[in-house]
């Protein structure tokens, strides 16, 4: 089992740029959720899908970000236009039942210059 | 809004001590409960999942859950310098969605 794997690791960008992240759930997994973590916000829910359908998008935090699961196995999120405040580790994490406890991937380090 | 708070710490415990973490939830109707450790720069790891009232062990982690007072505890006994890490306390309120505090920094002074 690979676990979750997230790309790119580490992505560093300017202010109005688009930036795409990546995530593959692990094999078998139906729910999958985007999180971002910051040091005064801790670990935020941005969205969550359950069997590819977007199920909690509240915590999206404004029409710049977007967030895409055209299969059962991979997820996007994309932010247009990028700015400094998006700066973050965006986690995206899997389960596959609500009561199972999440598998997280290693993350994407977001700077935005 | 559901709520999970911790005490962000830092705390400091000596090597072979007792670390307790707590954890408070703010929704009598939670079902599951998570502690996850977090090295820096590192994605959470899963330590510990509870789901009905009382203690869990496993190895040198016990989990405590009072659903009534509404707070969920990790005890690590005989602590070692590789314990020392963010805790985060995860919560399940009943809508497949987990809710996270925003941690306890913990440091085992050797």
């Known amino acids: 089992d690979a676990g979750v794997i997230q790309s790119p690791r580490h992505e560093v960008t300017e202010m109005g740029q688009e930036v795409t992240l990546r995530c593959k759930l692990i094999?078998?997994?139906?729910?999958l959720f985007w999180y971002r973590q910051t040091m005064m916000r801790g670990l935020e829910l941005l969205i969550y899908f359950n069997n590819n359908v977007p199920i909690d998008d509240s915590g999206m935090p404004e029409d710049r970000f977007s967030a895409k699961m055209p299969n059962a196995s991979f997820s996007t999120l994309k932010i247009q236009p990028s700015e400094p405040r998006d700066s973050a580790v965006y986690f995206c994490?899997?389960?596959?039942?609500?009561?199972?406890?999440?598998?997280f991937g290693n993350g994407t380090r977001l700077t935005v210059t | 809004q559901k709520e999970v708070e911790q005490n962000s710490g830092p705390l400091s415990v000596p090597e072979g001590a007792i670390a307790s973490l707590n954890c408070t939830y703010s929704d009598r109707v939670s079902q599951s409960f998570f502690w996850y450790r977090q090295y820096s720069g590192k994605s959470p790891e899963l330590i510990m999942s509870i789901y009905s009232n009382g203690d869990k062990e496993d190895g040198r982690f016990t989990a405590q859950l009072n659903k009534a007072s509404q707070y969920v505890s990790l005890l690590i006994r005989d602590s070692q310098p590789s314990d020392s890490a963010t805790y985060l306390c995860?919560?399940?309120?009943?809508?497949?969605?987990?809710?996270f505090g925003t941690g306890t920094r913990l440091t085992i002074i050797p």
């Open positions: 094999s078998g997994h139906n729910s």
């Open positions: 995860a919560v399940n309120f009943g809508n497949e969605k987990l809710t």
């Open positions: 994490a899997s389960n596959n039942d609500p009561n199972s406890p999440l598998h």
